[in-house]
Structures are given as C-alpha cells and as structure tokens.
T-cell receptor, first 118, second 112 residues
C-alpha cells in the first residue's frame, strides 16, 4: 500500500513554456503533499507544502508565482513550473502523507520528474 | 528551511563489510528522523526511523543511532551488499510541523 505515482518521469521543454507535473496517491487519500527539488549530487530541498483544499505554503526563497501548486483533491497534487528557464532544470519529487496513517511514518515519495529546459 | 546539502560526501566499502553513514541535523526541536535510500533517478525509499525519545533502533541489517546532545545520527548497515550502493539521506521532522528536511546525503559505493 501507500503508492505515489508521479508523471511524467521525464520532460523536455523550451525556455519560456510551462510544464505541469502530477503527483497521485493511488491507494490512499493524501491530505498533505510536499514538493521537493533536487539538483545533481545534492540533497532534496523542500519547495512547498500543499494541503488539500487550501493554498500551498512555500519555503523561503521559492517563488510561488513561478511554481504553482494545486491540491484540489485528496489524491492529486500538481506542480506547474511557469515560464521555465534552463536554471529550472532539475529533478522534482513529490511526497504524500495519508490521513489513514496513524503515525507520521506515512510519507511516501513519488519516483520523480526530470525536467530539462532547453 | 533547515539543513541544506551543498555537496555529496562519498563512502566506499568492500562487500561484506559494515558501513557507517553519518548525519548532522540542525534543529534541536526535531523529534523524528528517517533514513532514506535513493537510487539514481528514483525517489527516496524509507529505510528506518527513530523518535527522539530513543537513542537506538534496529531493523533488518540496519541500525540507527541518535545522539541528541550533539545532534547527530548514524546509519549502520551490516554485511553491506552491492545492492546497497545508493545515496543515503537523513531527514528530520520538527514537532511543530509536518515537513521533513533532508540532510546533505552520502553516496555509498559497495566494491564487490
């Protein structure tokens, strides 16, 4: 149980375009989802926390107008990178916390999306 | 945010030897910690967790030690196998929030 599906796994886009990444909880309801970004050979950096039905909370230094997060249902959160530039090229990973899990242990990660902006 | 990774330390061990991976965390208010394993191009996988009211927890071939005095965690892997080659991260969670913040990470290479 507790599977998180992330799509697409890889995307290449032109500079200036927008890209949407989806994160779905397949067998549980995710009340909270987290989006991370990871540059090569570096750690995961938390970008934002999204709660179903409310606005996302962004970490310091993350532009909320550039990284739009929508968590409209208990099984789907989306991250849209708007007006992407080459410096936005990175590995984006989502994580979901389900409301069925009694403990905080219930965090599951998606498989990540490799974004390349050319 | 909290701990931020700026570079990736590396560790090489012979197959069959024990591995020890270390992590320093930054927030003394963190009360829950998880070790994750990340293989290339994939998302992190849960390995083992520990709460701040414990100083040691054992799993299958893995042991996590927590020293709150110096804000240090370690992951011990017994009889390391080639399949253990990956990047290992510790992540800390504050009692006041749901967020997990990741440490720098260590790249483990197992030499057959």
């Amino acid at each position: 149980g507790a599977v998180v599906s992330q799509h697409p796994s890889r995307v290449i886009c032109k500079s200036g375009t927008s890209v949407k990444i989806e994160c779905r909880s397949l067998d549980f309801q995710a009340t909270t989802m987290f989006w991370y970004r990871q540059f090569p050979k570096q750690s995961l950096m938390l970008m934002a926390t999204s709660n179903e039905g409310s606005k996302a909370t962004y970490e310091q230094g993350v532009e909320k107008d550039k990284f739009l997060i929508n968590h409209a249902s208990l099984t789907l959160s989306t991250l849209t990178v708007t007006s992407a530039h080459p410096e936005d090229s990175s590995f984006y990973i989502c994580s979901a916390r389900g409301n069925r899990w009694g403990g905080i242990r219930g965090y599951t990660f998606g498989s990540g999306t490799r974004l390349t902006v050319v | 945010g909290e701990s931020v990774g700026l570079h990736l330390p590396t560790l090489s061990v012979q197959e069959g030897d024990n591995s020890i991976i270390n992590c320093a965390y930054s927030n003394s208010a963190s009360d829950y910690f998880i070790w994750y394993k990340q293989e290339s191009g994939k998302g992190p996988q849960f390995i083992i967790d520990i709460r701040s009211n414990m100083d040691k927890r054992q799993g299958q071939r893995v042991t996590v030690l927590l020293n709150k005095t110096v804000k240090h965690l370690s992951l011990q892997i017994a009889a390391t196998q080639p399949g253990d080659s990956a990047v290992y991260f510790c992540a800390e969670n504050s009692a006041t929030g749901n967020q997990f913040y990741f440490g720098t990470g260590t790249s483990l290479t197992v030499i057959p």
